[in-house]
DNA sequence: GTATATTCCTACTATCCAGATAGGGATATG
DNA sequence: CATATCCCTATCTGGATAGTAGGAATATAC
């Protein structure tokens, strides 16, 4: 139950290898090698990374991927969300006003509940937490 | 992302009418109908239920399902985890001494961090909670 | 300007699982 | 025996995730 998919698992693994490499840069080839994550598969993880805007991006020779910021910077939340979207353990919780039984909804104040709980974990753990203690 | 598997939300619904029922009882099929819950698919639900001790049932002509307990007993981590199972972001959180990185995996402390942040919100919540305020 | 190394884009396949359905067996009542 | 209920097993289906394939765009180096 809420396990976390495969991407987000990679994702954090490839901010990480960018974290400890010269200047928080390296190709997607390099950090697939090192961490062990299908090459093809990483491209599209990488974009998505350089869409949320944690990431940015030089092509052709000599060109690779930078983290942007520093990891104490960078946190959880903002990779699970670049991922996977938003926290959303019903689709209700933002939808404001459809909700059939109205605003005092008491399940949907515990489903926001329960998305403002986690959000606030991974909101408050940084990429720096997880990978340097 | 942490979505809500349908079967828990109508698990939660099926508790909640037990809750509201004559002695906290009801038939499966009176729960279905009432809830707008597909009847053959709500057996497996209550079946789980059962499996977890939630309720209790009763075969034959006036059986039917009844809630064990009183609904400000019965936190939601009981029922999302008789759905789901346990709350495992990552297979290893509760894989002790597999972790090819040792005891200090510092990812791993952060998945348990997650869990238990996750786990101490559903177990602070009960039924009551839920469907009374 | 050609070769090369990279990001980037689109499409496809495979596998799994949640949601749902179907049919009937077991059991209790009357 | 008839009926109402829980219970068990098998099956179908759609959508999502994980992964693969092929190549287009772009930047550098010689």
């Known amino acids: 139950m809420f396990s976390v998919s495969a991407r987000t698992q990679y994702a ?3 901010m990480a ?9 390296a190709t997607s080839a390099e950090i697939a090698s090192a961490e062990g994550i299908p ?14 805007g ?3 991006s030089e092509r052709g020779k000599h060109g690779g991927y ?3 910021g520093e990891p104490e910077d960078i ?10 979207g938003s926290v959303k353990p019903v ?12 605003n005092g909804c ?11 709980a986690i959000d606030n974990y991974l909101e408050e753990h940084t990429l720096k937490d997880v990978t340097e203690g």
Chains 1, 2 share one sequence.
């Open 54 to 56: 944690l990431v940015e």
């Open 106 to 116: 008491l399940p949907r104040q515990f489903w926001i509940g329960l998305k403002k």
């Open 12 to 14: 954090i693994r490839a």
């Open 39 to 52: 090459a093809k598969y990483l491209e599209g993880i990488m974009s998505r990374l350089k869409l949320s």
């Open 66 to 68: 930078r983290m942007i």
């Open 91 to 102: 689709n209700c919780v933002d939808a404001v006003g459809t909700c059939s039984q109205g």
């Open 17 to 25: 290898h960018l974290a400890g490499g010269e200047g928080h840069g």
């Open 75 to 84: 946190s959880m939340l903002s990779i699970v969300e670049a991922m996977d």
